[in-house]
């Protein structure tokens, strides 16, 4: 199987994610109700591989940074400390999501939707008891940390304003908290879980909390970095997931570049990285992440997750993350603004004309180009908003057509 690419062009940073999705295999739940499945090859997990790496459900890991140094990737760049910076707390308040008010109570409670009355979610006893079947004990350093508040996981699937007919795709459902959820309120939905124990209990799981939703659901045991547009059965036109901390950044990157038909996104991430996310130009916290995620569409803050809605209780707090994609999508060539947007935060604290020096050719020639993008050499990337990096890329690709010719 080739390399996935990672959106910026680096290559896929957890090394663990491994395995081509198939569709070779079919599950049946509880009274005939078909529960689709997909597989990954039957082959021996390398070093590192599922039982070793952390699990799929919500992941915080308090090493995000130091877990990606290996790979220099800037959607991961310095700046995950716990908040000991003034402008994360403006990144909050400007990011706010209108539609969703800040700092939601963990156990705040949620209206069930009408016409579900047979689906019924998961507390924290069934979430132990699912996990003692697996004979899974979560543990800190396997970052494994499951929802089982049902007010918390009803009120992700409630801000996602999913459509009763629409086909929403979740990443790594865990035991399944969330994806019952999911399934009171959307017509479909496509889970893809990287550990195959998982996978194969989901269905199961399903079958005996929302029965007549069985036959809606379909699992794909894949990694979600290696996962092509062309796996996924359909058009999902929602995200909504609770991202394996260490990994959210280029998993939501990727799943945006491979999937167009995605219009709503809302993702629970660790709390640093959601600021990081949404923050604005000019603030500490504003770096390749936000950058790039502005190229797809627009990132709001959507309130807190107290961490006693876990189990076990994480060491981080979290974060929803809300997206929109832009209704028109961007001109440009893509690959060529990721790649001005990684040299400009490799070394953010550099001027951009040295920062784009490597980039460019020279200090000369990047100051050439970004005049000819009406950019001041003079600033640092983290002052730029997106528009200002589409112009600086295509100006290269201007001069380079010019050399050319």
Known sequence: MPEPEMPGGGPAEAQWFTGEPDRTRARWGSGGDRVRMVGVNDEEPAAGGAADRP????????????????????????????????DLEAAHDAAQ?????????????????????????????????????LDLRPTKSLGQNFVHDANTVRRIASVSKLDQSGHVLEIGPGLGSLTLALL?????????????????????????????RAGDLTVITADALAIRGSDIPGAPTALVANLPYNVAVPVLLHLLAELPSLRRVVVM????????????PGSRTYGSPSVKTAWYGTAKRAGAIGR??????????????????????RTGDRRSVFAVIDAAFAQRRK???AALSGWAGSPVRA??????????????????????????AHARLTADAQVLA
Not at 269 to 280: C, F, G, I, T
């Open 269 to 280: 991430v660790q709390a640093e990285v959601a600021d990081r996310l949404v923050a604005p």
């Open 351 to 353: 001027t951009l004309r």
């Open 55 to 86: 699990g799929s459900a919500a992941q915080p890991d308090p090493g995000l940074e130091a877990g990606h140094a290996a790979a220099q990737d800037s959607d991961l760049e310095a700046g995950h400390a716990a908040g000991q910076d003034t």
């Open 308 to 329: 006693s809605v876990f189990w076990p209780v994480p060491g981080v707090d979290s974060a929803l993350v809300g997206f929109d994609r832009h209704p028109v999508p």
């Open 184 to 212: 009171e309120v959307s017509a479909t939905v496509t889970a893809v879980e990287i550990d195959s124990r998982l996978a194969d209990l989901l269905p199961g799981t399903v079958a005996r909390h929302a029965l007549s």
């Open 367 to 392: 100051e050439q180009l970004l005049r000819a993008a009406d950019v001041d050499p003079g600033l640092r990337g983290e002052m730029l908003d997106i528009d200002a990096f589409v112009r600086i």
């Open 97 to 133: 999501d209108p539609d969703l008010e800040a700092g939601h109570a963990a156990r705040q409670d949620v209206a069930v939707p009408v016409g579900t009355e047979g689906v019924t979610l998961l507390g924290a006893t069934e979430v132990r008891r699912l996990a003692a079947e």
